[in-house]
């Protein structure tokens, strides 16, 4: 588990592969720009509010990721896509995106959501929407 981070001035962040879980407000109001983990990594939750007010533009979640807090992006205003494909999270809750206002496109392919909360993504400029196609939808 990471315990602080200490870096800034919109670097990218690697989050190595000894990770399991992010703690909470690990990267909040922090200076940041792009998230990645090293491959092989092991983190299965990212804490409430976790990147909250944060500069990040951009995360690629891996495939073992399972649960994100609440809050964890909200006042990320420069995100501009989200995807859970690939990954066994099942349920966006709330406020995770919240005023995300640069938000526009949410990727749910080939992911395992089945519920999203009722402000997850309140105050956002989200217009696009990728889902799985599912023959009893019609």
Known sequence: TLIDYFGGDGED??????????????????????VTFEKGVAVMSLGSSAFTSSTIKSIV?????????????????????????????????????????GLKKLILAESKVKNIYWTAFSSTALDTIERPFNKSDF
Do not use: W
Request: with cysteine; charged share 10%; net charge negative.
């Open 61 to 101: 979640f891996p495939p073992c990721l399972s649960y994100i807090g609440h809050y964890c992006f909200e006042n990320c205003n420069q995100l501009t896509e989200i995807s859970f494909s690939n990954t066994t999270v099942d349920r966006i809750l709330d406020g995770c995106f919240r005023n995300c206002a």
């Open 13 to 34: 962040v690697v989050i190595p592969n000894i990770s399991q879980n992010i703690p909470h407000n690990m990267f909040a109001f922090k200076n940041i720009s792009n």
